[in-house]
């Protein structure tokens, strides 16, 4: 009468083994999908749930295959690792001829470690030779588009714009010069200095100017003191000279003698000069009232109107 009862009996056994089975899965997995929706992760070394962090990756040029501890990610840059745990990854970017992009990342928990200025450079960069002639320095002129060369073995000066094209000779050095220690262009690229430990020499790159010159190199000597530094004042006239002894400014013309600004306690060892502001910053090493001599950084501010500055020249030279 009940035999059908027994033939259901074992299906009703494993319906409800199966019943109690989900339901442990679900209690006992409930944990971790909570933990996994709030961000948080099982460490198995540490039998805990940890918060996560992740990594952000941008690269310039995208498309950079990701390894992660030397295992390749599926997304390529830019790209986000998610649900990492807290601690250092080796991170490795590559891309086809570029050269391999390698660091170590530290991942905090809960937070977003950015590499997003990532520059993947050529394996084959952009090299061009650009002077046509030899020399021993140069000087590139951004906002004119030029590079200026000086082959002190040759005495030439040489000019190209800055691809290297249009490359000519503008100018001579002085035959007797001897070993040039610097030098520089004007402003209006109308002339440059070279200098050595007593000398200043003023060559002309361009014949139209406002000032009178002589028809050979202006010669600016300084026996007596050691040439350290030389900068073009604002009106591309004066020179602004750091000797051993002094700050000095000289006019690049002739038989000009120099108006000692200040006189130095010791030897310039920095110094520079703030063209648009016609402001001189230099060290020197003055006596303190405690009796020790320190090292300190001081600022000349140079008169912005040539004619005050040529009173003051008259005045130094009159005294």
Known sequence: MFSWLKKDYPIQKAR????????FIFFGGLPFILSFALGYKFNAQTLKFVKTGLI???????????YLDGKLIPDKSPASIQELLPGVYKITLLLPKYYPWKSEVDVEAGKVSRIDKVILFPLRPDLQQLNQEGFSSFRVDIEKGAICYLDQENKIVYRSNLDGSNFEDIASLPEKFGQINGWDVSADRSKLFVFNAHQISVILLDSRDDYTYSDSFVYLDYPQEKIIKIFWHSDNYHLIVLTNRHVAVIES?????PVN???????????????????????????????????????????????????????KINE
């Open 16 to 23: 409800s083994f199966l019943f109690y089975l989900s339901l």
């Open 261 to 315: 600004l200040v006189e130095l306690s010791k030897e310039p060892t920095e110094a520079s000069y703030d063209n648009k502001r016609q402001v001189l910053y230099f060290s020197d090493s003055q006596r303190s009232p405690d009796g020790f001599s320190y090292n300190n950084l001081y600022k000349l501010e140079l008169s912005p109107e040539f004619f005050l500055l040529e009173r003051l020249m008259k005045k």
């Open 56 to 66: 952000y990756i941008k690269t310039q040029p995208e498309g950079a295959r990701i």
């Open 253 to 257: 013309r002739p038989q000009a003698k």
